[in-house]
């Protein structure tokens, strides 16, 4: 389903971010994805740390709350599969 049709449910307005993330999760996941140009990216050269500070901010300063060490754990694993 293209994105421009799922911005015109009413429900979005009426509902917020949460009516979005339970019925169009992959939908705004993949528009973001697209919109930040992370294929782009990716292609010339994006590491995984690069992917992750966009997708989600942190400050490598600050205490890690866990999800930069998962993002980290899962790509491994996942790499480690593909290889």
């Given at each position: 389903m293209e994105f421009?049709?799922?911005m015109e449910d009413?429900?979005?307005l009426e509902n917020g971010?949460?009516?979005v993330a339970e019925n169009y999760?992959?939908?705004a996941a993949g528009w973001w994805w697209d919109s930040a140009g992370m294929n782009q990216k990716i292609s010339t050269?994006?590491?995984v740390d690069q992917v992750s500070g966009t997708v989600i901010?942190?400050?490598k300063d600050a205490p890690d709350n866990g999800s930069?060490?998962?993002r980290r754990n899962y790509y491994a694993m996942i790499y480690d599969?593909?290889?």
């Open positions: 421009s049709k799922i009413p429900k979005i971010p949460e009516y999760a992959w939908a050269g994006y590491t901010y942190w400050d930069y060490s998962e599969i593909l290889e």
